[in-house]
């Protein structure tokens, strides 16, 4: 698993989503390679234990928090919903098929219900959060940075830190779990209408025979991640924002790091998180 | 880092508004500020001038803690805000008004709620007390007619009198310019310099105005400095500078019409 990981960080470097320049690739020393990525997890955890001490001392921006939540998460639900209701179609005609090979065609609705609320909504959720939020908020607060308005917070003694990033990493935190909710709901009701198209069944009787068998730990603990899964999003996301330099090419830079990194990052919590809840609730 | 106040910090609002130092910056090999040292007076106005690049607006930074100096210290009202923590730093920043030179509004809000923004988060007025400070300094302005509009609406200009009228919307003692005309057309170049005057008439704040404006430097400072290779070349009044003999300070004046 963890050569799967380097992997992926490595794919992420050479991508130009990590800090080093498509042109200045070629130039780096493998050694300044190394040393650029130790700095960047160095200016990560400095940046963390910033926020952490900045953000549990009063006052709390509750007018700030409620704002980006209804920005990270009212207006990100038709997208979501949308990711969540096409997983369910998806997964219904092609498990319908393979299940029917071998005449477990009465599986259908467990197989959907298991798969979406275990692992498919969280993952699509996180994915879709990652490019549509992470994107915004690295663009966002970049363009602050350059643009020194987050200069002329701090001059107005206000802490960005505790204003812009506290506020919406909490709102990634608050949000996913519940977007996620909406994922798979819209998962499951469209998992079900496509199954229509081979063997009508009532959702009364999909739902049933679905959920026979779900335990809460089942529904409750992959839900739960994706909170760690929206601590990831706001985090690196506004990290790449604040972090910004170089103008307007340096917001583009910010945005599009931001997308990869939290996609990468979410993709490796969730190979981890799985393995740990197997672990916890076998 | 910054490390804990010294002990022989104390508010002396009796002395000089700024006191600076000794200070010195560098960024890498550069060496932007080289242990220079100047003091403005309450109810001074100082303009800095200078070519580009050599650390005027850092030296604003510096004075209002945005970055932290290498060397040497700044005093304001007596605390050197160099060796501050967080806290008290933000404390005399309350005191402290900071026109950036592109305005540097936050887009996300409207006019009005640029300048409702420090009322909002280090005074106890209410919504309709904060809104009608924020008109009135809008008035004052001359930018009451655009309260609803986004800084994306407004031209530069414009940009430049709704970022004034926030940095005012604390009643500052201590108001820094960075660059205030610059990219201006000459008519409201003018006009923000009027404004500048007007302030420094009816406020009594001490004021650093960076800018590469002789002329209007001129007309709204009380003394000049003017800095080269991150020192400061000349200390004085218009006329002291139109006095030197100073070949640097010659081409300055005379380059600038």
């Known amino acids: 698993m963890w050569l799967y990981l380097i992997v992926f960080v490595c794919g992420a470097a050479v991508s130009g989503g990590w800090p080093v320049s498509a042109s200045s690739w070629n130039s780096l020393a493998a050694r300044d390679l190394v040393g650029r990525f130790f700095e960047w997890f160095g200016e990560f955890g400095l940046f963390c234990g910033r926020l952490m001490r900045r953000a549990v001392a009063p006052p709390y921006e509750i007018a ?19 990711a969540g209701a096409a997983t369910g179609v998806v997964l219904s005609l092609e498990v319908r098929d393979s299940l029917a090979r071998f005449g477990a065609k009465s599986l ?5 219900i298991f798969s979406i609320v275990k692992e498919s909504g969280p993952v699509i959720t996180g994915l879709i959060m990652s490019g549509r939020v992470g994107a915004g908020i690295g663009a966002e607060l970049g363009s602050m940075r350059v643009s020194e308005q987050l200069d002329a917070m701090e001059a ?26 909406a994922a798979d709901f819209c998962g499951v009701i469209m998992g079900w209408v496509a199954g229509q198209l081979g063997e009508p069944m009532s959702l009364r009787l999909f739902l049933d025979s679905g959920l026979k068998d779900v335990e809460f730990s089942d529904f409750i603990a992959p839900t739960l991640k994706t909170m760690i899964f929206g601590s990831i999003i706001g985090l690196i996301a506004c990290f790449q924002g604040m972090r910004t330099e170089g103008g307007t090419e340096g917001v583009g830079r910010a945005a599009t790091s931001s997308v990869v990194l939290c996609s990468l990052f979410v993709i490796i919590a969730d190979v981890i998180l799985v393995r740990l809840l197997l672990l916890l609730f076998p | 880092m910054r490390g804990i106040m010294e002990s022989d910090d104390r508010n002396d609002d009796q002395g000089p508004a700024i006191v600076v130092k000794d200070l010195a910056k560098r960024f890498g090999d550069q060496t932007v500020l080289n242990g220079i040292s100047f003091q403005v007076e309450t109810a001074e106005t100082l303009a800095v001038l200078g070519r580009s690049g050599t650390g005027k607006s850092v030296l604003l930074k510096l004075m209002i803690g945005l970055q932290a100096p290498d060397a040497g210290s700044i005093r304001i009202h007596g605390k050197d805000v160099a060796r501050m923590q967080e806290g008290p730093l933000n404390e005399v920043r309350k005191k402290m008004g900071f026109l950036f030179q592109q305005g540097a509004l936050y887009d996300s809000m409207s006019v009005e709620e640029n300048v409702e923004f420090p009322l909002s988060r280090h005074t106890n007025m209410s919504r309709v007390e904060r809104k009608q400070r924020a008109r009135r300094l809008l008035a004052s302005v001359g930018m009451d007619r655009d309260l609803g509009k ?50 420094k008439e009816t406020r009594k704040m001490a004021a650093v105005v960076v800018t590469h404006d002789v002329h209007g430097a001129k007309k709204f400072s009380d003394r000049l400095i003017m800095m080269r290779d991150g020192k400061v070349l000349i200390e004085g009044t218009f006329t002291d500078l139109q006095k030197s003999r100073d070949k640097f300070v010659v081409q300055f004046l005379r380059d600038s019409g």
């Not at chain 1, 259908?108 to 959907?112: H, K």
């Not at chain 2, 604390?170 to 660059?179: A, M, S």
């Open chain 1, 108 to 112: 259908l609705p467990a197989v959907v």
């Open chain 2, 150 to 199: 986004l800084p994306s609406q407004l031209s530069g200009g414009m940009q430049k009198r709704v970022s004034l009228a926030r940095a005012l919307a604390l009643d500052p003692d201590i108001l820094l310019f960075d660059e205030p005309t610059a990219g201006l057309d000459p008519i409201t170049a003018r006009e923000i310099g009027e404004l500048i005057l007007s302030m």
């Open chain 1, 156 to 181: 107005s003694a206000v802490d960005p830190y505790r204003y812009l990033v506290a506020t919406r990493v909490l709102a990634c935190i608050l949000m996913l779990p519940l977007l996620t909710l």
């Open chain 1, 64 to 82: 700030e928090i409620v704002r980006q939540c209804d920005s990270v998460g009212s207006k990100s639900l038709p997208l979501v919903a949308l």
